[in-house]
């Protein structure tokens, strides 16, 4: 069976997802771009059998009247969300904590009536391996 490992960024948190995801979203909503300080946020979806917490235990900040968000309260790191009315028996995991981010594929934008103006085209800016020359 396939299996996701993932995990917070100094490492108290970790994580297993079994099996195929969902859905792989990018998610413009005020809620995420606050909560994550980014522009957008990654979250593949699962069932919330498939999800084991196999390090540490992460903390939960009550985002909305039935959004719950947990993260790693030792580093700050966003890791999962949960809706129990919206999206019953599923877990969201923040995509970009897996060990392999590479590994599943976005497919959809989504909240895009939130979107920052400027994202919608950002694809098209000048990019660099590292950083820009200087000058």
């Keep these: 069976m396939l299996k996701h490992k993932g ?3 100094c490492g108290a948190i970790r994580y297993e997802a ?28 699962y069932p919330e059998s498939a999800v084991k917490i196999t390090k540490g235990s992460p903390n939960e900040y009550k985002s909305s009247e039935h959004g719950r968000r947990q993260f790693c309260s ?41 979107r920052i103006s400027w994202m919608e085209r950002a694809h098209e800016l000048p990019a660099f391996d ?5 000058g």
């Design 18 to 45: 079994e099996g195929e995801s969902i859905t792989h979203a990018l998610c413009h909503c005020v809620d995420c771009r606050r909560q994550s300080g980014a522009p957008m946020v990654g979250w593949t979806m």
């Design 130 to 134: 590292r950083f820009p020359p200087p």
């Design 74 to 114: 030792n580093c700050g790191t966003g890791l999962f969300y949960s809706n129990a009315k919206t999206l019953p028996g599923i877990i969201d995991i923040q995509s970009a904590t897996y060990d392999d981010p590479d590994a599943i594929p976005a497919r959809i934008h989504i909240q895009v009536a939130d």
């Design 7 to 9: 995990g917070c960024h």
